[in-house]
């Protein structure tokens, strides 16, 4: 099983629409989890960090569960700007106290008007 | 303007070329990273530095050499290397102390012939 896995989609969604990507780990120890955004041929950026009880920045609502093991990202009202591939990053407990983080495959959305 | 800044964009190189990539961060973090993106591939973790010390070489093969003189500076020596390392490679930084964000440059798009 991979450390960290993602549908890679792609999903097509017109505008104003909701959707939502989950992310796996295998880790049940993994310590701290993000959303990073990866436009074509750039770099990855970070989106936001997933908190335990949950977190939202403006459209975008990230969420933990720990005892199915696996994260989500909600995006709200869709823009055609929201397209990219989004990935799932996972800090396991072995990385002590770096940021070494394991990423996932990326999750490409398509927004359509 | 990510604050680390990776040079050069693109780089060709043949299999007996000896070329190396530089990164160079403005962020005062103290840990440094090399990741590689291929195509349809999760990111991969090559290598962390933390203050100038590498404390991971996630089993890369010799051909990739690091270089860390100090916290801000990266480099990644390449000599003959294969066409299967063609790739995106992206350098990261990030404060030291667990939980923290990676920041990345925008990469090097590196095509071996």
């Known amino acids: ?14 505008e104003g629409a909701t959707v939502a990507f989950n992310c796996t780990y295998s880790n049940s120890a993994s310590q701290s989890f993000f959303w990073y955004r990866q436009d074509c041929r750039k770099e990855p950026k970070l989106l936001m960090s997933v908190y335990s009880s949950g977190n939202e920045d403006g459209r975008f ?18 823009k055609l700007s929201d397209s990219a591939t989004y990935l ?26 | 303007e990510t604050g ?8 060709v190189m ?13 962020l005062g973090h103290n840990a440094m990273y090399w990741y590689k993106q291929s195509a349809k591939k999760p990111l991969e973790l090559m290598f ?15 051909r990739f050499s690091p270089e860390c003189p100090n916290s801000s500076h990266l480099f990644l020596h390449l000599h003959t290397l294969q ?16 939980n923290e964000k990676l920041f990345f440059g925008s990469g090097t798009q590196l095509s071996v012939l």
């Open chain 1, 61 to 78: 609502t990230a969420q933990l569960n720990r005892a199915s093991q696996y994260i989500s990202l909600l995006i709200r009202d869709s």
């Open chain 2, 83 to 98: 066409p299967e390392d063609s790739a995106l490679y992206l350098c990261a930084s990030s404060t030291r102390g667990g």
């Open chain 2, 14 to 26: 043949g299999m007996t070329n000896k070329k190396s990539l530089k990164c160079e961060q403005h």
């Open chain 1, 1 to 14: 099983r991979k450390e960290v896995e993602q549908d890679p989609g792609p999903f097509n969604v017109p």
């Open chain 2, 4 to 11: 680390v800044t990776q040079t050069p964009r693109h780089l």
């Open chain 1, 88 to 113: 799932c990053a996972v800090n396991p407990p072995r990385a002590g106290n770096t940021g070494k983080l394991i990423f996932g495959q990326g999750t490409t959305l398509q927004v359509k008007p």
């Open chain 2, 48 to 62: 962390v530095y933390n203050f100038k010390e590498q404390t991971e070489n996630n089993s890369v093969p010799s």
